[in-house]
Structure formats: C-alpha cells, structure tokens
C-alpha cells in the first residue's frame, strides 16, 4: 500500500513538475538577458515591485484561491463543486474590486509609473491562479501541466518580443507577465467550461465563513512567509541602497532553484498530504516521504554550492560579480524553508492552519531581528544569514508545535550526517579555488547518488514510461491545435 502511495506521489510530481518547472527554468536561463541588459538598479526595482505584490496578494483575495483548493478536492458531486467554486468566484472578484477601488484612489493621491501596471499583475494573476487551481482540485492534473508549460511559452515571446523589437526597459517585466496570465486565464477557462461552475443562486454563506476560518491564518501565515523571503530586500534598500539590493537579487537566483525542486514536489505532496491525513497509517507513510525528501534536498544543495560561483560568474555581468559569496548560505535558507513547506502541507490535511501562523511568527521575528543587527556590521550578508536563520527556527518549531496533530519520524543520527557534509560543503565554498570546487562537487555527486539511488531508479523508471510521456506529449500538442 505504501509502495503504491509512493509511486503516484512520483507521478504526481513529475506531472506537476511540467507546471512548475518551466517558469522557474525561464527565470534562470534569462538571467543572462536580464543582467546584461538591465542595469543593477533597474533589476532591483523591478524584484521591489514583485516583493510588494508578494505580500499584497494575499491580503487582497484572503487566501481563498487556498480555501476553495482544499474544499474542492474532497468535493464528488456536481452541487458541491459548484457551490465551493461559485462561493470562493464572487468573493475573490468581490475582494478584487474593492481594492481597486481603494488603489485608485492611492494611485490618483500618489502617482507612480509602476502602480497600475501592477495592480494589473494582481488582478490577472490571481484570477488566472484560481481557476488554474480548480483544474488541478478537479483532478485534471496533466491539464494543469499543460497550462503551464503554455504560460511560460507566451512569458518567453513576449519578454523577447518587448526587449529586442520594442526596446522596452523594466516594462518589459510588467507586459510579459499580465499577457501570460491573461492566457492562463482564457485557456483554463475554456477547457473547464468554468461557466458551468458559477450559479449566483448556490452561493454559501456558511462556505464562505468556512472559507474565512481556513484562511485568515493562511494570510497571516503568508504575510509571515513574505517577511522570511522578503523582507531583507528592503531592510538592504534602506540601509545599502538599491544597487545592493539588486546584487542581492541576483544572489538569490541560484538558491531559486532549490524552490523550484520544492515547488515542484510540494503540489503533488500537498494533494497527496491532504487525501491522507485520515488514513491509520498517515505518520509512517509522512515519515516515510519525508526521509526520502530530505535527502534529495540536502543532497541537492551540497552539489549546487559546489558549483554555484562557476555559474554565476559564466552566466552573470561583472557588475553582479559579487552576488556568488551569498549564495551559498542563500541555499541553506532556501533548504530550511521546503521542509517547512513540507509541515504546512500536512497541516493543512487536518485543516489546523493557525500551526502555520504560530510557526511563521516566530520565524519571521528572528528573521528581522538578526537582519537588523547584522546588517550595519557584515552587510549583504547579515539577510543572508538571517534568512537562512529564520527558516531553519521556523523548521524546528514545525517538528516540535505538529507532535500534537502528527507525528514524522525523523532519523537524527541521518540527519546530522547530511547537514555537517552541506556546512563543510559552504565552508570550503569561500576559499574560491577551482580545485576545492571541483573536489567538493565530486563529494556532492557521490553523496547525491549514494543517498537518493531508489529514488533516482523510480523516477527514471517513471520519466521513460511511455504511456506517461506519450499522453503528456499528445495532450500538448492537440491543446496547442487548439489554440490555433
């Protein structure tokens, strides 16, 4: 049974690895572009403005693109489908118009190139987001894939298209990304028929404060999550400037990809987390994915951290040359933060989402905290640390504060292992010698294989299944026809 719930999850990701991946991949092979391109001070305000619309965001639709998620999955018939996704529709435009309404107001006292450019980003994202995730709550897992992969396309054209034809600057930025949405948008919304869903008639009060229950700490939580990942952006800006917090920007791409293994695994172990969270044997099976989890990641960061000042230096210009000695400590941060990601998804399986707030609170304090003492004395490197710090608390409050809802078994004696050989991996990092470099990344190799091979053989075993691939490969290419 276990060995059965292991393959799907295994499937699962790889499915939603096809949504996640792409845009996450696109981001790292344009670094490139936008580092030579863009001035350092141009980046820097373009990563302020997708920091704020972080924390906007969920203050603004109530986190109910969550909500109606984790109703929706359970949901088998068709009233209920419609009253859930009817409910969390009219409250989410509800929520949109009315802070519009209040941004255009701000807009028109405070003007700025960038606000309604923005508040565009809002809008289309979230809209798109939603029935994007009622796709994927309805079980249409490879369509959800299939929406990204298209998503990242139309971001690609387009960044292109206003970079060399219309020589925008940082638009280029906002453009691409509202377009990609709005396609996102369309594109879900007509394969769904969304229409068939929405019946003003079956709104629910009652779902709708089931809704706000779930979700209130969820926003908290978010806001929370937003101070870990973001805050030091503008700690850094006030106390080193927007150069620096453009060097710091670019630092933080490499550990990017850390999420993008996360962000792919995590979509897949949230739906699985959440459909067994009632089974008798729900602690040996989450014990059992965790194990195999930390592993792949720690063993992942050892490898990147080998290798993360040769890339920076052949993939970015000598104005950012500096961003590699972050990096480093960057990915332990980024480690820390898909465990706790990995807790949340289980807390959210027994709807106790108020852990999440606890967690994050205590995380994001330390994160500011020793943010704010560091950063005159070791500059760029006290966000660095702190955030590496914030998140590996807030890791430890997670194992600790879940105890009373489930319990994962943890092998220490593996785990002390793994974290002394990735410490020693940062420590060596910083002596800059292609030699150590290269010694280190040999270690990482074998490491990774040692640690991860049964996981290394099933995902092999998957990725070559042909009926997997081949249906993959036609969906997208019938869904492509279509569009034309």
Excluded at 311 to 337: C, E
Excluded at 366 to 376: G, R
Excluded at 452 to 465: A, C, L, R, W
Aim: hydrophobic share 50%.
């Amino acid at each position: 049974m276990e060995k059965a719930k292991s393959q799907k999850l295994i499937k699962d990701t790889l499915i939603y690895g096809l949504a996640t991946f792409g845009p996450k991949l696109v981001s790292f092979i344009l670094l490139p572009l936008y580092t030579h391109y863009f001035t350092s001070a141009e980046y820097g305000t373009w990563d302020l403005v997708v920091t704020t619309i972080s924390l906007v965001s969920p203050i603004v639709t109530l986190e109910l693109i969550d909500s109606v998620y984790r109703w929706l999955i359970e949901a088998k018939r068709l009233n209920d489908r419609m009253r859930i996704i009817t409910t969390g529709f009219f409250a989410l435009v509800k929520n949109l118009m009315i802070s519009n309404l209040i941004a255009g107001v701000f807009f028109i006292m405070f003007p700025n190139n960038y606000w309604w450019l923005s508040l565009l980003i809002i809008n289309s994202d979230n809209l798109s987001g939603f029935v994007q995730h009622c796709v994927r709550a309805l079980g249409y897992n490879k369509q959800f894939a299939i929406i990204g992969i298209l998503k990242t396309a139309v971001s690609i054209v387009f960044t292109i298209f206003f970079v060399f034809i219309m020589h925008f600057r940082i638009e280029t930025f906002f453009y691409s990304m509202i377009i990609s949405n709005i396609f996102g948008l369309i594109y879900s919304w007509r394969f769904l028929n969304f229409q068939q869903y929405i019946n003003i008639k079956v709104y629910s009060k009652n779902t709708y404060k089931e809704f706000i229950k779930y979700s209130i700490p969820l926003i908290l939580g978010a806001v929370n999550w937003w101070v870990m990942n973001v805050s030091d952006r503008y700690i850094i800006a006030f106390y080193l400037g927007v150069k620096a917090n453009g060097i710091y920007a670019v630092a933080n791409k490499l550990p990017s990809l850390v999420n993008v293994v996360s962000s792919i695994f995590y979509l897949a172990w949230q739906d699985n987390a959440i459909r067994e969270y009632n089974n008798n044997e729900r602690d040996k099976y989450y014990s059992s994915i965790f194990r195999h989890y930390f592993r792949l990641m720690v063993t992942t960061v050892i490898l990147l951290t080998a290798s993360s000042r040769i890339i920076m230096r052949i993939m970015i210009s000598n104005q950012y040359d500096s961003a590699w000695k972050y990096v480093g400590i960057l990915y332990l941060g980024a480690m820390f933060s898909t465990f706790s990601n990995f807790w949340g998804a289980a807390y959210q399986g027994s709807k106790q989402t108020n852990n999440i707030f606890v967690t994050t609170v205590i995380g994001a304090i330390s994160n500011i905290a020793i943010n704010l003492a560091l950063i005159n004395h070791i500059g760029i490197y006290a966000a660095a640390i702190s955030t590496f710090l914030g998140f590996f608390i807030m890791w430890i409050m997670c194992v600790l504060d879940s105890k009373k809802e489930f319990k994962i078994q943890i092998d220490y004696k593996e785990v002390t292992v793994l974290l002394t050989i990735s410490f020693i991996t940062l420590l060596l990092s910083f002596y800059a010698n292609i030699a150590i470099d290269l010694f280190i990344f040999l270690v990482g190799v074998v490491t990774f294989i040692i640690t991860n091979g049964d996981i290394i053989k099933k995902i092999f075993t998957y990725s070559y299944n042909y009926k997997f691939v081949s249906k993959i490969t036609v969906l997208t290419k019938n869904k492509i026809k279509q569009a034309k």
